[in-house]
């Protein structure tokens, strides 16, 4: 039965797609956790249910819409600013719009229920090889930005006050950074569905953020914990046929209740 | 003014004839004072009298509204890698276990791009900022479980990153009790002598610092006083800065200043809480 799970061409495209988007996510979690921005990886993913809804309509891959749309709502949260992006009601006030803007598009299209499972609770099992494509081309892009950045953004997220200081715009980098979370939040999304991003995005990080004592500790944790998550959820899914999105998101909350008791 | 190689340059920084102010509000106007390299300058004044506004003026960090601030003869200006800093307040969230190493290695380069890793030099260059401050024993436990003391040891430890030549401390007593106020003044004027710094410190309470200032830079109601103690904080001096009756006491060692209206002690702003230990 354990190799008998490869011999499936969905299965094989659910470990791709569901490795690809751990790595990523755990990764980029791992700063969302570091900077307290975890609610915003949530808010993001809600408004990224408009934009898949609404590529059905125009026509567009759901995914493609997810992105544009979370890039956009990334960068209006990086210059309305840090204060606004955290005031709770505001966020979560254009959420919930986001999501009636789904609901409104999903409407107007056919075939509602179908489609709306899918984005809501992710669809791992039906992805294709060209959605796998994107989303490997989507992590080397983040992963080339991050390269780039993660020193001034590792310096801006523990000592903001120190980096205004030697003259880093706060304002920027949070506005790189979010658009670094748009595209994990697609990436993840693809795999447990708008509703559920934050189990993959902020779930992993956040045990090995409370579980380790320096940086590169905490992001290698971080991605074992993420691709081990996605993993087991597909063979527990395989194995019990309840949704690989429940195995994931039980995975990850079970991970951190351990984590918790462990440390403290 | 810039000065050749070897000489030593009489003032370090210079601020003529400033002003800095707030969009609806001027902070203080017309304030001239010159610091010599090596000096150790008291800023004092009540809450909102532009203390952290001048260092971050400094820092360049807020633009005179008139007058120029000349640091090392050029006017100040962002990302001086000379100056150290000390901010006011800072936010470190809990939500990490990370080392106050960690911390500390975040800042040597942070300003630069690419990934986190430092060469050998910039570890030592870490250890050496370590060994400064003497917090070998508690950094490579969570930056979040060490005590007030401790972590302001790594923030001064930060500042000392790059070697600077000034160090800015904005209240770097705050919330400790009077014993590790006076540790910390006594590492502060330790490094100061040693690393040959120049110092410019606020604070609330003049009397710890009494021994080891060099000048006092008094700011209030939008006006400033410069030179030593023993000449600005002074009854008719310290009376003409607030506007209203002021009475200084000096003992041998200490000095209280007295607002007459409220009969209460003006540097006397229960900042002694606290129960920490180094």
């Known amino acids: ?264 | 003014m810039a000065t050749e190689y070897g000489k030593i340059m009489s003032a370090i920084i210079e601020l003529k004839n400033l002003t800095l102010r707030y969009p609806e509000q001027e902070i203080f106007a017309d304030f001239s004072a010159s610091v010599a390299c090596g000096e150790f300058i008291g800023i004092f004044g009540p809450n909102g009298a532009g203390k952290s506004t001048l260092l971050r003026a400094i820092l360049g960090l807020i633009q005179p509204d008139t007058g120029e601030i000349l640091v090392f003869g050029k006017t100040a200006q962002c990302g001086c890698s000379a100056i150290g800093y000390v901010p006011q307040f800072q936010q470190h969230l809990s939500t990490n276990n990370l080392t106050g190493r960690v911390y500390i290695s975040a800042t040597i380069n942070g300003f630069n791009w690419g990934l986190p890793l430092l060469n050998k030099q910039r570890h030592e260059q870490v250890d050496r900022v370590i060994d400064l401050v003497k917090a070998q024993k508690y950094i490579d436990r969570p930056f979040v479980q060490l005590s007030g003391g401790e972590k302001k040891r790594i923030v001064l430890a930060q500042a000392l990153l790059n070697h600077p030549k000034i160090l800015l401390l904005d209240e770097p007593l705050s919330g400790l009790d009077p014993g590790q106020q006076g540790k910390m003044i006594d590492l502060i004027q330790n490094l100061r002598k040693e690393l040959n710094m120049t110092v410019l410190f606020t604070a609330h309470d003049l009397n710890p610092l009494l021994n080891v200032m060099s000048n006092i830079f008094y700011l209030a109601a939008g006006k400033a006083l410069v030179g030593a103690v023993s000449e600005v904080v002074t009854s008719s001096k310290l009376s003409w800065l607030y506007g209203s009756p002021i009475e200084v006491i000096k003992s041998d060692d200490h000095v209280f200043v007295i607002h007459k209206q409220f009969g209460s002690n003006i540097h006397d702003t229960n900042h002694h809480r606290g129960n920490y230990e180094f």
């Open chain 1, 1 to 264: 039965m354990t190799l008998e799970i490869f011999n499936y061409d969905f299965m094989q495209n659910a470990f791709m797609a569901g490795t690809i988007a751990a790595v990523f996510a755990a990764v980029v979690g791992f700063f969302a956790v570091l900077r307290g921005q975890n609610f915003a990886s949530h808010a993001l993913s809600h408004v990224g249910f408009a934009g898949a809804a609404g590529a059905g309509l125009l026509g567009v891959n759901p995914a493609t819409g997810l992105l544009i749309l979370t890039l956009m709502a990334a960068m209006g949260m990086g210059v309305i600013g840090e204060k606004a992006a955290k005031n709770d009601t505001a966020v979560g006030m254009v959420l919930v719009f986001a999501l009636g803007l789904g609901v409104l598009f999903l409407y107007l299209y056919s075939d509602f229920a179908g489609r709306a499972m899918g984005i809501l609770f992710g669809n791992l099992l039906g992805v294709s090889r060209q959605l796998i494509k994107n989303m490997f081309i989507y992590s080397l892009l983040g992963f080339a930005i991050l390269a780039f950045i993660a020193r001034p953004l590792l310096f801006v997220s523990l000592e903001p006050e120190l980096a205004e200081a030697k003259g880093i715009s706060l304002r920027f980098m949070a506005i790189l950074f979010l658009i670094l979370l748009a595209l994990a939040v697609t990436e993840a999304s693809q795999v447990v569905g708008v509703l559920l991003v934050f189990t993959l995005l902020i779930g992993p990080a956040a045990i090995a953020i409370h579980c380790s004592k320096t940086v590169w500790v905490g992001i290698g944790l971080s991605v074992l914990l993420g691709v081990g998550f996605v993993w087991a959820g597909i063979v527990l899914a395989y194995c019990t046929d309840w949704p690989v999105s429940f195995w994931i998101s039980a995975l990850s909350f079970i991970g951190y209740l351990l984590a918790r008791n462990f440390r403290s």
